[in-house]
């Protein structure tokens, strides 16, 4: 847990370690480790968080924190089979959940449908992006955990180049 520097609420990241996907170590991440998605076919990335760490009757957002290699295949605006536009997250707790489309990619506003509504990723001060997964309200009355989740919708082709910090969870403001 830290606290963010502008609210001073607490917040907290789920390190790519802990969630569903491989791993592997980069040197300028905030945690030890970050996962980085080489040759993969299905983009599944889950995480969870025990809601009893949240602060009862807030509202929390959740982020995926994360950003591109360096290296493209051939594509001269996206990184091997992830310019699609849309991907599935998912916010779970208790008995609510709640799935909406987002797009990993920062570059598929221009090659989204008129009517998709997706979330789209922001690039973040320390140069990592962050895409808004979901939010959630920590009632207090739930025993157990917060599941968040990002997964590709449609396309099974090999994907390349995503780099994993983690899954943060915020105060809402």
């Known amino acids: 847990m830290w606290l963010d520097r502008e609210t001073g609420a607490g917040c907290y990241m789920v390190p790519a370690r802990e969630l569903s996907i491989g791993w592997g170590a980069l040197a300028d991440s905030r945690s030890s480790e970050s996962a980085e998605l080489i040759l993969v ?74 009517n998709c509504h997706a979330t789209l990723p922001h690039k973040r001060a320390d140069g990592w992006m962050e895409l808004e997964l979901g939010e959630f309200v920590c009632e207090g009355h739930e025993d157990g955990d917060v599941s968040f989740g990002l997964s590709e919708m449609k396309d099974l082709s090999r994907k390349n180049g995503l780099i994993v910090q983690g899954i943060e969870i915020r105060h809402k403001i």
């Not at 076919?41 to 009862?56: A, E």
């Not at 310019?83 to 090659?111: F, M």
């Open 41 to 114: 076919c299905w983009l599944y990335i889950r995480g969870k968080i025990d809601s009893k760490m949240l602060s009862q009757g807030s509202i929390y957002s959740v982020y995926m924190v994360y950003k591109f290699a360096n290296y493209l295949y051939g594509l001269s605006d996206g990184y091997y089979g992830l310019e699609l536009p849309v991907q599935k997250a998912s916010v779970s707790v208790g008995d609510n959940h709640q799935i909406r489309k987002v797009c990993i990619h920062p570059n598929q506003q221009r090659s989204m449908r008129r």
